[in-house]
Structures are given as structure tokens and as C-alpha cells.
């Protein structure tokens, strides 16, 4: 299936489960949405206890499309303090959340922190594709997430890739900078 038919689906499906028009999300990530696919390869490690893959971050894009390794295990999402593996399943992509589908569900759906542990004996090799929003899109959460009950949590971005560059480098959560 092509990827871009992946993400309209998608955005249509999370816009329709918070009960909003359907191309809410698909529209403010627009006609001009970029994908920047990425190739991991992570070597054998002899000390994985020394050396990570991947440090802890949170995606910058709306949505990550990753194909993981087929055989090797290495990504772990953190939830309340503790890192779970994620398991592999064979002949399946992983969607994961990135930050400005945090910020367009205006909290309700979460860009998880993950990072990838090396492996001692085995090579990893991944593929992720991040989906992003083009460079002349405001991301901002959508209207109808926002209530007296349910105050408005980010602030409008754009180009928020470039913002996240800087903060991975200093190891910061970029979704710090976008809130109110
Ligand atoms: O290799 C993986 O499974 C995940 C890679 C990842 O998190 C990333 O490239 O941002
Ligand atoms: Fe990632």
C-alpha cells in the first residue's frame, strides 16, 4: 500500500475518533506535506550496556511510518518511567506519533519518548519515514479540541522540523517550546 494512501487513512480515522470533521488533520497538513525516509543501520555491539542506538526522543513529524527490523528487537517506548520493548511482528509497518499530532489533537493523542538499544551479537537495520507537514502549514490544535473544559494546550508552529533538530542535539523535548 503506498504510504500516502497510509496516511490519509490515518488522519481520517484519528480526526473521526475525537468525533471532528474527517479531514480536519489532512488539511492542516497540506497539499505540501514533505516524507523523509531515514535508514538506521545499528552495527553489533559488544557493550550495549554502554552504547545506545538511538537516545530517548520523541518524533518531530505528524506520524513516523517505520518498517523495523524483521528479526531484531531493539526499540522501547517509555510510559510512566519504565522502557517496553516492542515486539516484532512479521509483515507489519509501526505508526508511531509524532509531536505535531500531539500538538493538532491538542494533547489527546501523545508523541511517545522511544529510543533503540544495540544489540550484541545481531545488526538492526530500520526504516523510517516521517511524515511532516510542509514548510507554509500553521500546526495548531484543531478548533473543536478546544473548550472552556479543554483549554487550549500549544501554541501555532511552523516549521517545526527545524526547531526539533536543535532540541534532539541537546537532548530537550521539542513539545516543550510549542506549549502555552
Ligand atoms: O529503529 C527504530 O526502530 C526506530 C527509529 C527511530 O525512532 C527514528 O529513526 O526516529
Ligand atoms: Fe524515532
Same mark, same amino acid.
Given at each position: 500500500? =503506498?504510504?500516502?494512501?497510509?496516511?490519509?487513512?490515518?488522519? =481520517?480515522?484519528?480526526?473521526?475518533?475525537?468525533?471532528?470533521?474527517?479531514?480536519?488533520?489532512?488539511?492542516? %497538513?497540506?497539499?505540501?506535506?514533505?516524507?523523509?525516509?531515514?535508514?538506521?543501520?545499528?552495527?553489533?555491539?559488544?557493550?550495549?550496556? =554502554?552504547?545506545?542506538? *538511538?537516545?530517548?526522543?520523541?518524533? +518531530?513529524?505528524? *506520524?513516523?511510518?517505520?518498517?523495523?527490523?524483521?528479526?531484531?528487537?531493539?526499540?522501547?517506548?517509555?510510559?510512566?518511567?519504565?522502557? %517496553?520493548?516492542?515486539?516484532?511482528? #512479521?509483515?507489519?509497518?509501526?505508526?508511531?506519533?509524532?509531536?505535531?499530532?500531539?500538538?493538532?489533537?491538542?494533547?489527546? %493523542?501523545?508523541?511517545? /519518548?522511544?529510543?533503540? /538499544?544495540?544489540?550484541?551479537?545481531?545488526?538492526?537495520?530500520? /526504516?523510517?519515514?516521517?511524515?511532516?507537514?510542509? #514548510?507554509?502549514?500553521?500546526?495548531?490544535?484543531?478548533?473543536?479540541?478546544?473548550?472552556?473544559?479543554?483549554?487550549?494546550?500549544?501554541?501555532?508552529?511552523?516549521?517545526?522540523?527545524?526547531?526539533? %533538530?536543535?532540541?534532539?542535539?541537546? +537532548?530537550?523535548?521539542?513539545?516543550?517550546?510549542?506549549?502555552?
Amino acid at each position: 500500500m =503506498k504510504q500516502r494512501v497510509v496516511i490519509e487513512k490515518f488522519f =481520517k480515522a484519528m480526526a473521526r475518533s475525537l468525533e471532528l470533521e474527517e479531514n480536519c488533520f489532512l488539511e492542516m %497538513y497540506g497539499e505540501t506535506a514533505i516524507m523523509n525516509a531515514r535508514f538506521n543501520f545499528f552495527p553489533p555491539c559488544p557493550r550495549p550496556d =554502554k552504547v545506545i542506538g *538511538i537516545k530517548p526522543h520523541a518524533d +518531530g513529524s505528524a *506520524i513516523t511510518i517505520l518498517l523495523p527490523d524483521k528479526d531484531v528487537e531493539g526499540l522501547q517506548f517509555l510510559k510512566d518511567g519504565k522502557w %517496553y520493548k516492542a515486539p516484532i511482528v #512479521p509483515d507489519t509497518i509501526l505508526i508511531n506519533l509524532g509531536d505535531q499530532m500531539e500538538i493538532m489533537s491538542n494533547g489527546i %493523542y501523545k508523541s511517545p /519518548v522511544h529510543r533503540v /538499544v544495540t544489540n550484541r551479537e545481531k545488526e538492526r537495520i530500520s /526504516v523510517a519515514t516521517f511524515c511532516v507537514p510542509g #514548510p507554509d502549514k500553521e500546526i495548531q490544535p484543531a478548533e473543536g479540541l478546544v473548550s472552556e473544559a479543554r483549554p487550549r494546550l500549544y501554541k501555532t508552529v511552523t516549521k517545526y522540523v527545524e526547531l526539533h %533538530y536543535k532540541y534532539y542535539q541537546q +537532548g530537550r523535548r521539542t513539545i516543550e517550546a510549542a506549549l502555552i
